[in-house]
């Protein structure tokens, strides 16, 4: 549904995109991951038809991103990384604007005000009044309600409280059951996580790392961080084929097989366990072995 | 030609036509108003006691004694550049620098609207509120006249006043922008777009202050129109608006075509 082939858009400021390569199947979530200006952006621009590319070509459904944006438009849902609306206008009056610029207002009402109640959108009050996490609740509801067969999401959550990012994510993983070919670029590895099948790793305009293995790596290994209450057995669990670290005094960071987790639960039952926590950070460790120094720079 | 777009410019932009268009409809007014058909002494009482260099430089020197004549040189000399200039300013800034320049423009790009279609209505709502503003002073000027003086005004010389103004106000609009269309960044689009207007209307002004400053006047589009000339049919009227309609083509479709070309500096 999207394929990007050896795209390079580079800015006068050195920055952009070089030789990226990727395909996005229908009826699939792909992340993508980076820190700011890592490119991520710049992917979408390119996408949207913003900006054209020195090399290489980008296509969704097969038409040409740059040479046909507006036919593309017609099926594309598109939130902005950075929030940008037409401040003086009440937001009923710019959803009904912007159906009226897609040339579709009747047939899909009923999803917008479905929308706007998922996420309670305040929908009277004039835009520039809105608090950043409403304008974000608008973006989604602007993206979503034409019912687009493909998605570009930028930094879809940002604002959003965890309340709404759960209901955000939920959104998406229904999309994508109803067979929605979707993008998104973000920061927030939880999010990319519960949603995406494949993700490529982002670094300086390059991609470093793209297979569903990241994700794969992520589903298979399941990792918990236990404390316990006295020194646990750990011959038992070592019988059973776990993984361990000890991480402090009777405080473990254990790891077992997706389909193994029922077991693990049995084991632990005849120990004192005073924390359990699901560890969710795999997909973290990955990005961090691209960006380790930086980030903990920052 | 996208109509909800049209729609959404006039809506916005609405206020800022009736300001100029009561503005100018109010000056015309008085104008006519002021005419006296027995002579012009009180009006030129009244510049007499103003240096004469600025009176040059305003375009009221020579003042014709008849009613058309009298507004084609205290209307048509002065303010006809100076307030729809502002206006076209204005405008032109709003149309599509403003929105490319806070990302807003990324919503209108995002509906399945080509950047020919949006810059084309955005142009075309600029002409459209140019020839609105001209067709309200056409009837306000015959309007007034036939009130206060039936029969003077000489209707066929007032349209083509009219007609070659709103010509003129179109080239300046498109100047402006053109420059809307070029640049990424506000203060840019204003430094050219302003700029550009600004100093035609300088150069017309000097150019009429002193004979050793005649020269900046080839300079100005301005002088391109002149009032005094239509009225005593010396100005090629055909020539004249051909010259403007060309240029407002050519403006419009580098407006276009730049903008159809360039990147789009959306933080998208």
Known sequence: MIAVKDATLKYSNGKGIFDLNFKVQKGEVFGCMGPESAGKTTTISMLMGFSRLNKGVATIAGLNCAKKAATIKKNLGYIPGELAFFENMRVNEFLNFMAHMRGKTQKNQKIREALIERFE????????????????????????????????????????????????????????????????????????????DRVAVIKEGHIVEQNEAIKLKSAETKSYLVKFGAPPNLEELKRYGFGFKKLAENNYEITAAGDHIDLLVKVLSKEKVIVFNSNAQTLEEIFLKYYGKEMQKA | MSLPLLLKDLKNNIILLLVFVVMMSIYLSVIIFMYD????????????LLPVSLVNALGFSTV??????????????????????????????????????????????????????????????????????????YIVGIGVSASLFKGVLDVLIFSKLNLSACLMTMTIGMICFFFSCVFNNTNLSLLFGAGIPILFFLFDMFGGMAQSLAFLKKYSLYSLFNGLAIIKGEANITMISTVFAVTILLLFAGSIAIFQYKRLPIQG
């Open chain 2, 64 to 137: 014709d004694a008849g009613l058309t004549g009298f507004i084609a040189s205290l209307y048509y000399g002065f303010l006809i550049y100076l307030f729809p200039m502002v206006y076209c300013i204005i405008l032109g800034n709003r149309l599509v620098v403003k929105w490319v320049d806070d990302g807003s423009f990324a919503c209108l790009l995002s509906t399945p609207n080509s950047r020919i279609k949006i810059i084309f209505t955005q142009g075309l709502y600029m002409l459209l509120s140019i020839m609105f503003l001209f067709i309200i002073l």
């Open chain 1, 121 to 196: 959108l305040e929908t009277r009050g004039k835009i520039e009044r809105l608090s950043i996490e409403m304008k974000q609740k608008l973006a989604i509801v602007t993206a979503f309600m034409h019912d687009p067969e493909v998605l570009l999401l930028d930094e879809p959550t940002s604002n959003l409280d965890p309340r709404m990012q759960t209901r955000f994510v939920d959104l998406i993983l229904e999309e994508k059951k109803r067979g929605k070919t979707i993008l998104i670029a973000s920061q927030k590895f939880g999010e990319i996580e519960r949603t995406c």
């Open chain 2, 37 to 48: 058909p027995s002579g012009i002494g009180a009006f030129m009482d009244m510049m007499s």
